[in-house]
């Protein structure tokens, strides 16, 4: 079975920073594709980084680029989202998915992620 359990979100003022994790189990981070997506009231999920499975190479969206840094801990099965700069447009719940192949390159797509946390809320007042 599956789970990934993502943490660190929480209320922050425009400019501020957060750290969220995202804690696996029952797959090997280093071995699949990780991706973090968010989803704001009234609009679509949308794709926020990814970083592929032998963690080197990562991708952004053009919004995150430059401020949002997604990294992974294999000894601790865990991927990490840090929001520097944050915007109140970067208010969204964050979730946190695994992709559905071994050894696949970073994606946008969410289709093709097929384990995905509960999300955790980020509200980031101005």
């Known amino acids: 079975q599956v789970q990934l359990v993502e943490s660190g979100g929480g209320l922050v003022q425009t400019g501020g920073s957060l750290r969220l994790s995202c804690a696996v189990s029952?797959?090997?981070?280093?071995?699949?594709?990780m991706g973090w997506f968010r989803q704001a009231p009234g609009k679509e999920r949308e794709f926020v980084a990814a970083?592929?499975?032998?963690?080197?190479?990562?991708r952004y969206a053009d919004s995150v680029q430059g401020r949002f840094t997604i990294s992974r801990d294999s000894t601790k099965n865990t991927v990490y989202l840090q929001m520097n700069s944050l915007k109140p447009e970067d208010t969204a719940v964050y979730y946190c998915?695994?992709?559905?192949?071994?050894?696949?390159?970073?994606?946008?797509?969410?289709?093709?992620?097929?384990?995905w946390g509960q999300g955790t809320q980020v509200t980031v007042s101005s």
């Open positions: 970083i592929n499975w032998n963690g080197g190479n990562t």
């Open positions: 029952g797959r090997t981070v280093s071995s699949y594709a």
């Open positions: 998915a695994a992709h559905r192949t071994m050894g696949w390159d970073t994606t946008s797509r969410a289709y093709e992620y097929k384990y």
